[in-house]
């Protein structure tokens, strides 16, 4: 089954500029759940729901066992080619068999912007790292390879600062066309965007290997699970859901594989409350990863500067990133009990400009101006392989690589543990109120700027012109972001404050019989990060397919 979807390339993104789709989700498709009849099992269920389907002039598109065992309900995906969505889903929850049904809804990576390496980026290299209080754990663990993360996203590439810390036998992709989960078919390391790369160095760039960067582990195996296709930045939901399957029957296969959590910085916005989307399939699919009680699931908040869980109180300002009236998930989802939603926190301990926000954000991690590693980008006849990236994806890796590194040092630890303790030992000092509608019109106005001036040096207009060119831009940025003006300016980044996983590992250690072994390195922020990287510049080329 052949499926159109739009490209957009990776500034685009970050830049929130124009998008748009025919609808927010597949045309002709539906997610949908059936019961299992008492008495039968999942197989024999299975030959039922195509039956069934097949009844109301559409077929099986595509199955999830894993899910469909950890519930004991059958998650499929359905097609027609002479049905819209709207029937499908009419059609369906009008059987007695079928629990509910769904669109297949698109979804999109959850950064912001980017910008260039600085010339001397030693400085601020660890900022996040530092902040989160990492190299005080550091003198007890680094991370072990008996631990592992998870990075559903775009990939990760076989990048020489991540190569001994990705689990690549484990490693999936769920672009491939051929049904089998075979865990060695399909490129889950060609990651054409350098976000999936991005957000791994953050959980586990190898440290002390004298190159590059280091994440908040040295030593930890990070499953790569790519969602999203060679180009795209927006993808539909079933192939999330594939992921969900793979990483569900992965957990049921391995049970002594310790999976500290899962990264989920992607997102989409969606009509559906958070008590109307527990009867969705999108959610009925965390749901059943979550019941196996094997991992944390944590999400990144959003970059659109709303109150997460609650409804958008006007359409987004730029581009159709969110529409009034819709909520962003996974991160509104609620009767998670392994769920953690991460805000963004600049270097300076404000908000991050972008960051969704409120009671239902966990906690609040780095997510301004983060260094990592990123798919090689060609600038100057020169292969870079780091980017200075920001976004909610960015802070969303700080609290899964926090995960793993509590689970090197305490492995029988359960999942509610460690989430108890993450959120516990945040640091609520550190944890600002949120101005959205200042901080959107200060970004527009810097970005504007920087284009005035680059004209100017180009010789398209006279720099006379530039204050009035100036005034011009700042009132286009308050008529533009004049929505937000409806925040009262007195929420809080998270419930809980910035990510300190130092007292994360104080308080784990005091609930949790075991030993807190883990090999021992100390150091510093920059320790395993020489002068090499100094002066590293990364520039985004725009791809679009042809």
């Known amino acids: 089954m052949k499926r159109i979807i739009f490209t957009l390339s990776l500034l685009a993104v970050m830049a929130m500029s124009s998008f748009a789709f025919a609808g927010n989700y597949a045309e002709g498709e539906a997610l949908a759940v059936f019961r299992i009849p008492e008495g039968s099992s999942v197989s024999a269920a299975s030959v039922n729901v195509i039956e069934a389907t097949g009844e109301i002039g559409a077929s099986v598109a595509e199955s999830y066992e894993a899910l469909s065992e950890s519930e004991g309900k059958i998650f499929v995906l359905i097609h027609s080619s002479s049905k819209t969505t709207e029937q499908l889903i009419s059609d369906l929850k009008a059987r007695p068999d079928v629990i509910t049904a769904s669109p297949n809804y698109y979804t999109q990576r959850q950064t912001f912007s980017a910008s260039r390496v600085p010339n001397d980026p030693s400085a ?28 559903v996203d775009t990939g990760i590439y076989m990048h020489p600062d991540l190569t001994a810390n990705l689990a690549g036998d484990y490693g999936f992709n769920t672009q491939t066309v051929s049904g089998e989960y ?5 490129s889950w390391d060609a990651d054409f965007q350098g976000h999936g790369t991005h957000v791994a160095g953050t959980i586990g760039a190898v440290g002390s290997n004298g190159i590059g960067v280091a994440g908040v582990n040295w030593n930890v195996n990070i499953i790569p699970v790519r969602v999203f296709d060679i180009e795209n930045a927006y993808e539909t939901i079933n192939y999330e859901m594939r992921g969900l399957n793979y990483i569900a029957n992965l957990l049921q296969k391995n049970l002594d594989m310790r999976l500290a959590a899962l990264n989920f910085s992607l997102g989409s916005a969606l009509p559906l409350t958070p008590y109307e989307m527990q009867n969705d399939v999108y959610y009925m699919a965390y749901q059943a990863l979550d019941s196996l009680n094997r991992t944390l699931i944590v999400v990144a908040a959003g970059n659109s500067g709303v109150e997460t869980g609650a409804a958008a109180l006007f359409n987004a300002p730029s581009g ?17 009990n392994n769920l953690i939603v991460v805000g963004a926190m600049a270097s300076d301990d404000t908000a991050a400009y972008f960051t969704n926000w409120g009671d239902k954000v966990d906690i609040a991690a780095p997510g301004q101006g983060i260094l990592s590693t990123y798919s090689p980008i060609e600038v100057d006849g020169e292969q870079k392989m780091y980017a200075t990236l920001s976004g909610t994806s960015m802070a969303a890796p700080h609290v899964t690589g ?16 460690i989430k108890a303790a993450l959120l516990e030992g945040a640091n609520k000092n550190k944890n600002p109120l949120v101005y959205p509608y200042a901080g959107f019109v200060k970004r527009y106005v810097e970005r504007e700027i920087a284009k005035i001036d680059a004209r100017i040096k180009s010789g398209d207009i006279s720099p006379e012109s530039r204050d009035t060119e100036i005034t011009q831009v700042r009132l286009m940025a308050e008529e ?17 404050g ?15 019989n075991s030993g807190g072994g883990g090999s021992s390195s100390s150091g510093g922020c920059v320790a395993g990060i020489p002068a090499v990287i100094v002066g590293l510049a990364v520039a985004f080329i725009l791809r679009r397919r042809g």
Not at 182 to 186: C, N, S, T
């Open 402 to 417: 926090a995960a793993a590194l509590l689970m090197s040092a305490y492995p029988d630890a359960t999942p509610g543990q």
């Open 124 to 151: 601020d290299l660890c900022w996040g790292l530092k902040a989160i209080n990492a190299p005080d754990v550091w003198e007890h663990t680094t991370g072990s390879h008996n631990i592992y993360a998870c990075v």
């Open 480 to 496: 533009r972001y004049a929505p937000y003006e409806q925040f009262d300016g007195k929420g809080r980044v998270s419930r809980t």
């Open 498 to 512: 910035l990510l300190d996983v130092k007292a994360a590992y104080d308080i784990l250690g005091s609930k949790v």
């Open 182 to 186: 075979d865990v060695r078919f399909g």
């Open 320 to 336: 159709d990133s969110f529409k009034k009236g819709t909520y962003h998930y996974p991160a509104a989802f609620i009767g998670l």
